[in-house]
């Protein structure tokens, strides 16, 4: 293990937001410790782990499923094992039911989506910190970016999932306030609509391409903050990617800089 490396978990890292976010750390020269529940595939933690190498980082895959708290905590064991330091945890992962989350009003849709969305997407954002936490504070700069949605801020897709992003945002407040005094911090991340391989599954759900993001965007924002030297001004706050590429002036890999939606939506209200 390189010892000059800064280190970072990134859960959810097969697929999505989460290896977008293992890339964008991989081209700036982190140790990733990769979690998933695929080790092997095309979408996995083997094919993810080839992409960072490739790109200059370094990758540590761990098979675990976060519903599961012993896994969690054996991901976080091994990083004091092996890495003796970890700078960054980036909760991403998220579980997507079976079936179709919008459509249907609450009453008519499986009470079982609230329990799967909620355990692994909020408690699952909960225990890792845990187990990062006493990490995290022997760092020179420790940060927890959570992983959240514009739907913590108003309704989109359901009942069940915009709780659930609400929660993480309310989470990462308190998280930040408890952590603020041991100079640890706590960011809720709001991405746009990202290419993820579930959105563009999705032909119910057609967007303009000029507002959506890539999913290293979210990754190239996680690696601006954790660069940041006074990313404690920012702790406890949501924060909008498409704001933080203005603020830090990155681009996404097109070499565009999609809007924020929070703004657009701001504007749309006020007739413009």
């Not at 306030?177 to 959105?199: D, F, K, N, Q, Y």
């Not at 954790?226 to 498409?242: F, I, K, L, N, Y």
């Amino acid at each position: 293990m390189d010892d000059h490396r800064r280190v970072a978990v990134v859960t959810g890292a097969t697929r999505g937001i989460g290896k977008g976010v293992a890339l964008a750390l991989a081209d700036a020269g982190w140790t990733i410790y990769l979690t998933g529940r695929t080790e092997a595939g095309a979408l996995s933690l083997e094919a993810t782990a080839a992409e960072v190498e490739a790109r200059g980082g370094a990758a540590v895959r761990c098979v675990c499923d976060h519903a599961d708290d012993a896994a969690t905590r054996a991901v976080f064991d091994r990083v004091r094992a092996e890495a003796g330091r970890l700078d960054l945890l980036v909760n991403n992962v998220f579980a997507i039911p079976k079936e179709p989350i919008w459509g249907k009003p609450f009453w008519e849709q499986p009470i079982a989506q609230w329990d799967l969305m909620h355990t692994v997407g909020l408690r699952s954002h909960f225990v890792a910190s845990v187990c990062a936490a006493p990490l995290l504070l022997e760092a020179p700069r420790g940060l927890i970016v959570n992983v959240s949605s514009f739907a913590g801020g108003g309704y989109q897709l359901n009942v069940a999932y915009g709780v659930g992003k609400a929660g993480v945002d309310r989470m990462t407040r308190d998280m930040a306030h408890e952590l603020r005094p041991r100079g640890v911090a706590a960011i809720s991340l709001w991405p746009g609509i990202v290419r993820t391989e579930w959105v563009l599954s999705q032909p119910e759900l057609p967007f303009p391409t000029e507002v959506t993001e890539s999913p290293e965007y979210t990754g190239r924002a996680v690696v601006a903050l954790a660069d940041d030297p006074d990313v404690m001004e920012r702790s406890g706050t949501v924060c909008v990617v498409a704001e933080l590429a203005e603020a830090y002036g990155f681009d996404d890999v097109d070499g565009t800089r999609p809007p924020s939606l929070r703004r657009r939506s701001a504007r749309a209200k006020d007739g413009v």
